[in-house]
Nanobody
Framework: QVQLVESGGGSVEPGGSLRLSCEASGFELRHYGIGWFRQASDKAREAVACIAGRQEIIDYRDLAKGRFTISRDNDKNTVYLQMNDLKPEDTAVYYC??????????????????WGQGTQVTVSS
């Protein structure tokens, strides 16, 4: 059974940091594209970052560049999202998702068919 479980969310002040984890079971995530997405209240879900394939191809959306780092631990079958210098506009539910049809980072959200339950990130003073 394919499962993705996020953890690491919480409440921080502006400028703070959090590290999100996405642990996979039922498949080896190193072979596929694993993306982090987020959805703020009353907004559409948006992509944040992706890591894919044995070559660890990495793609960041503009909102993440310079502040967020995606990484992977194959032994733990886990993908991480290190988020630094958090801003109030980063407040959202963060999801990880797997695209098990490709070994690269697809830019098409429907390719990501396996989703975790999400973890809330709140940035406020």
């Amino acid at each position: 059974q394919v499962q993705l479980v996020e953890s690491g969310g919480g409440s921080v002040e502006p400028g703070g940091s959090l590290r999100l984890s996405c642990e996979a079971s039922g498949f080896e995530l190193r072979h596929y594209g694993i993306g982090w997405f987020r959805q703020a209240s009353d907004k559409a879900r948006e992509a944040v970052a992706c890591i894919a394939g044995r070559q660890e191809i990495i793609d960041y959306r503009d909102l993440a560049k310079g502040r967020f780092t995606i990484s992977r631990d194959n032994d733990k079958n886990t993908v991480y999202l290190q988020m630094n210098d958090l801003k109030p506009e980063d407040t959202a539910v963060y999801y990880c998702a797997a695209d098990r049809r490709h070994n690269y980072c697809s830019s098409w959200q429907p390719d990501f068919q396996d989703w975790g339950q999400g973890t809330q990130v709140t940035v406020s003073s």
